[in-house]
Each structure stands twice: as structure tokens, then as C-alpha cells.
């Protein structure tokens, strides 16, 4: 299991970030889950958004920002 989930966007279209179980706030692009790794450790410039090894993208990849429906 990847140690950063990402999960679908809300009503909003914010995609709450988790990292090994820790919540890290609610993202509504890509550059912010970039600045949330960074915030505990991960060097953007080693983050690779499509390594399935490191996030799971649920409900959608890295460019998927639409609000969800309901």
C-alpha cells in the first residue's frame, strides 16, 4: 500500500491528503499536495505524482479536480 492517499474530491473539490495515516489537509491542485510532501520531508523535486508506489490516487489521478457530484 502506498504510504500517501489521496482521496476523491468533494463537493468543493478539495482531495483530503493522508500520509501514513496522518491527515494532511485538503488539496485542490496538484502543486498543493507538492507542498503538503514537502511539509513532512519529501523533496518536490523527487516526488514523482504517477509513482503508484508513493500515492494513491482515489477517485481520479493527479489532474482530476472536479467536484464530486450529489
Not at 502543486?31 to 518536490?44: A, C, P
Amino acid at each position: 500500500m502506498a504510504p500517501v492517499v489521496v482521496y476523491p474530491p468533494d463537493a468543493e473539490g478539495g482531495r483530503r491528503v493522508v500520509a501514513r495515516g496522518r491527515i494532511l489537509g485538503v488539496a485542490y491542485n496538484a502543486m498543493d499536495v507538492l507542498d503538503m510532501l514537502e511539509e513532512v520531508g519529501l523533496e518536490r523535486e523527487h516526488v514523482r505524482l504517477d509513482d503508484t508506489a508513493l500515492i494513491d490516487w482515489r477517485g481520479g489521478g493527479a489532474w482530476e479536480w472536479a467536484p464530486s457530484g450529489g
